[in-house]
Each structure stands twice: as structure tokens, then as C-alpha cells.
């Protein structure tokens, strides 16, 4: 199985800051790499797919880059709405898929 | 509007067995592949199951592999998962998710059902 590994695993932070997560692959996943939020006691919500492409509606303050075995989902300029979990998730190998350990965005 | 909803979940006794069900609007169900997947109290997501367009094409988490079988019903926009030799282990809120083809993201979920099992 494919291993991902989520850093950090929980940020505190201000509105109005950048804010950089890193997720990384125990093996190549190409760029077949998805972020998700997820709020309590809320299903998760696709931002990101294919390592970098932004899911419609989502706001454009969100990015991805990386390929291979690293990558990063950026928030720039935090918004009070962005306070939340957010996973990767590798869709490389169908079976099975596996999502990083999340990291929680908390007000500092 | 593209919705998912989840039912069937409860409180079952370990060894126990429930069917969750998941319908399906404002898509073209038979189109896409469909998903369960969990997520236990205060821990992470984990995959659980995917059944392709057709149910030609199934697999597990080697988790759930012989206790858990997922099925769909495309002319009632329907998604099923039958749990049987229900573990504590296994207490989680379960989600289904769609993804439109093999290899792709999941983007969109329903709102999830609680299964807890305990005795």
C-alpha cells in the first residue's frame, strides 16, 4: 500500500496568513494527488484534484503543487471559513486508496 | 444539485450484520463509480470499498475483505454496503462518495451514517 504522510499534523494560525501543508507518498503517485477539507461533523470537500487543478467553486486563495512523492496544498490569506481538517488523498493505485493522517488548521 | 444520502446505520451487537444505503440525485448514477468510506471517532478517512459503473468491478480494504460486499441498484440510483461479523473496530460514520471514472477524486460525498458496534 501506498503510505502518505501529512505535515504538520495540526497548525495554528491567523486570518490573513499563508499557510503551506506538505503531504508525501512512500512511492511515486504522479500527480495523482487530492485535497480535501473537512469540517466537524461535515463530510470532506474536494478542492484540489490532480496534484494542482482547483475543484469548480472552490476559492481561488487555495493551490496545489508537486509530483511524484511530494506536494503541497497552500491557503493564502487565511478566512475565518478556512479554520478546518484537511487530508491528501492518492488515487494513483486503485487498490487501495489512502489518505494522509490530516492536518487540523486551528486559530492560534 | 447533486446529492448523496446515506441510511441504515445503528447500534449493532459485534457479530452483527447492517446494510448501509446510499441514493442517489442529480447525477447519472450509472455513469459513475461509487465508494464507501469511513472514518472512526476523532481519526482519519480510510477507503473502504469501490464497485464500478456496471458492478463488473469490485474491491476492499483488506479491513473489510469477506465481511463487507458492496452492491448498487442503477435503476433505483441506489448504493449498497451489507457488513456482517461487525467488529468494534469497524464503528465509524460511513460515507459514500462518487468518483466518475477508475482513477479520479472523490468529489462528492453524502452527509454520512453513524454505525457503532458495541455490545
Known amino acids: 500500500d501506498i503510505q502518505m504522510t501529512q505535515s504538520p499534523s495540526t497548525l495554528s494560525v491567523s486570518v490573513g496568513d499563508r499557510v503551506t501543508i506538505t503531504c508525501r507518498a512512500s512511492?511515486?503517485?504522479?500527480?495523482?494527488l487530492a485535497w480535501y477539507q473537512q469540517k466537524p461533523g461535515k463530510a470532506p470537500k474536494l478542492l484540489i484534484y490532480?496534484?494542482?487543478s482547483l475543484e469548480s467553486g472552490v476559492p481561488s486563495r487555495f493551490s496545489g503543487s508537486g509530483s511524484g512523492t511530494d506536494f503541497t496544498l497552500t491557503i493564502n490569506s487565511l478566512q475565518p471559513d478556512d479554520f478546518a481538517t484537511y487530508y491528501c488523498?492518492?488515487?494513483?493505485?486503485?487498490?487501495?486508496?489512502?489518505f494522509g493522517q490530516g492536518t487540523k488548521v486551528e486559530i492560534k | 444539485q447533486v446529492h448523496l444520502v446515506e441510511s441504515g446505520g445503528g447500534l449493532v451487537k459485534p457479530g452483527g450484520s447492517l446494510r448501509l444505503s446510499c441514493v442517489a440525485s442529480?447525477?447519472?448514477?450509472?455513469?459513475?463509480?461509487m465508494n464507501w468510506i469511513r472514518q472512526a471517532p476523532g481519526k482519519g478517512l480510510e477507503w473502504v470499498s469501490y464497485?464500478?459503473?456496471?458492478?463488473?468491478?469490485?474491491d476492499y480494504a483488506d479491513s473489510v475483505k469477506g465481511r463487507f460486499t458492496i452492491s448498487r441498484d442503477n435503476a433505483k440510483n441506489s448504493l449498497y454496503l451489507q457488513m456482517s461479523s461487525l467488529r468494534a473496530e469497524d464503528t465509524a460514520v460511513y460515507y459514500c462518495?462518487?468518483?466518475?471514472?477508475?482513477?479520479?477524486?472523490?468529489?462528492?460525498w453524502g452527509q454520512g451514517t453513524t454505525v457503532t458496534v458495541s455490545s
Open positions: 462518495a462518487r468518483s466518475r471514472r477508475l482513477v479520479a477524486p472523490l468529489d462528492v
Open positions: 442529480g447525477l447519472i448514477f450509472s455513469d459513475d463509480y
Open positions: 464497485i464500478s459503473t456496471s458492478s463488473t468491478y469490485t
Open positions: 512511492q511515486s503517485i504522479s500527480s495523482w
Open positions: 490532480k496534484a494542482s
Open positions: 488523498q492518492q488515487y494513483n493505485s486503485y487498490s487501495p486508496w489512502t
